[in-house]
């Protein structure tokens, strides 16, 4: 059989990678694939120097990728939302495959993508979107199909993981950190969308629809970031026995999903609240299965591309089949997804870690539990430490019971209006996962 022709659009630190592995592993995928897979064309600005690319034909416009005639598959690898944009519906009308490592573009604009894609009968793979090396998505589309899927919760930014990490660990700073995962390059170009938890919610949503059949709903996600944790905050959750953690949950609850990322106390036996550095996990739970956990190197230019040239072999072995009988791209007929509704935040249900600011006088403790108990928020447990040296408040750090959220900002607010109690105070979100 002919080799499938491939084009690659973009030669970054994942366009490199995925080169790289194509040449080196090429007789093994080849075995895997039922035939070759020959990189046609290369649409790049810059060389990449972590790259022998010989002499494969290259070109400065991706265009000349997309209205090729000779390639069957375009990788698209240039990240962003506008041209990536226009290379995957370019290449989609033009009839041929797609894969992309893109989250950003799958999450916001994946429901058009998709649709295009099925009008035209081609596929448009995304594996490497979501957790870099992980099989995520094939494991949720395919492995787990028997299954409802109650829930998922994943540690699905590296850059995030590797600062939390670094801080806890080392006492390193957060600038420090950060500036060491953007020259590892990991970081987004944008780093806002990694500390932010902008990066974790695109992938996140892309997740909550292969696990609920709902359609993607990027605007629906909270997002909260990890900019305002303090050591002391790490310190306090530790000696609860917790671990703080930027965690994506996406719940499937009677009204709706919840779909979030947040700063998350996770207790410290959990496999996950052991994910360290720059790998990330994602737990599955579902009704048949139980929990499963996946686990491995979310970012990088080898790891992502593992998952981008996995998708290109699921591609090469579709070329022959019926475009009805595929994986659907969202994991359910594009008919029979559902208008379960993504909830606002002030609608899920979770509890908390608080840190108050107090002043030490005798009745303060006594006013906060009052103030819990009068809207029903059970204290799990509670700690007060020395007065800090500075400004003589005592910090209380309380665990409650699960609460629904929009009960909480009542109790905050109330808290918040204390005399004795300093605004604002620090609110963590806390789950058992189990
Ligand atoms: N910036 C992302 C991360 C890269 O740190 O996880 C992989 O999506």
Redesign the pocket.
Known sequence: MKPVKVGICGLGTVGGGTFNVLQRNAAEIARRAGRGIDVAQIATRHPNPACNIGDTPTTGDVFDVVNNPEIDVVVELIGGYTLAKEVVMGAIANGKHVVT?N?ALIAVHGNEIFAAASEKGVVVAFEA?V??GIPIIKALREGLAANQIDWVAGI?????N?ILTEMRDKGRTFEDVLAE?QALG???SDPT??VEGI?AAH?LTILASIAFGIPLQFDKAYTEGITKLTTADVNYAEALGYRIKHLGVARRTENGVELRVHPTLIPADRLLANVNG?M?AVMVNGDAVGSTLYYGA??GAEP?ASAVVADIIDVVRALTTDPNNRVPHLAFQAESLSDLPVLPVEQITTAYYLRLQAKDRPGVLAKVATILSERGINIESIMQKEAEEQDGLVPIILLTHRVREQDMNVAIAALEALEEIAAPLMRVRVEQLN
Not at 156 to 160: A, H, L, V, Y
């Open positions: 490592a989250k979107s957790a870099g699905i930014n590296g850059t995030g590797f995962a990991y970081a987004e969308f990694d990066d992938k720059v990330n979310g970012a992502t």
